[in-house]
């Protein structure tokens, strides 16, 4: 467990340097689009912190799928859940998402199919590579 912690740690640390990145990016497209025009001081910290925390958990929420007694399926729910209230909390705190019931399914719906279609990618191109070794090792075994 302490190894889980440790690397979760590193894992998120690594990460949570691209969360004021991505702010920067979106805070751009935000104005690019007229959506924002100016920001105020507290608008710009409360999005470095809550991008950062978020881009630490996401960081270090990938270190799940190296623990071998999980099976994939629970690993890819935690993972998903705690995505899931991760993002939502940072919609929310930073206002890019209105707190009411209709907003809230639509953003759950959208982040469902966004992260099923990722994993419908991952597993597309994991099953390509299996395919790809296993071939490999029966002409192998033949020659």
Avoid at 91 to 118: H, K
Wanted: overall charge positive; charged content about 15%; some cysteine.
């Amino acid at each position: 467990m302490k190894k889980f912690i440790l690397q979760f740690i590193h894992r998120g640390l690594v990460a949570c340097g691209f969360g004021p990145i991505i702010l920067a990016i979106v805070f751009s497209i935000l104005r690019q689009t007229g959506v924002v025009d100016t920001l105020t001081v507290e608008e710009v910290c409360v999005g470095i912190f809550s991008l950062t925390a978020l881009a630490f958990i996401a960081g270090g929420m990938n270190r799940i799928y190296q623990i071998e007694q999980l099976p994939l399926m629970t690993a890819i729910l935690i993972h998903g859940i705690v995505l899931y209230f991760g993002y939502l909390a940072t919609y929310l705190v930073n206002d890019w998402l209105e707190a009411g019931t209709v907003p809230i399914i639509i953003f759950s719906v959208i982040f469902a199919v966004g992260y099923l279609m990722i994993w419908a990618v991952i597993n597309f191109i994991i099953r390509t590579k299996t395919a790809r070794l296993n071939e490999m090792l029966k002409k192998k075994q033949q020659a």
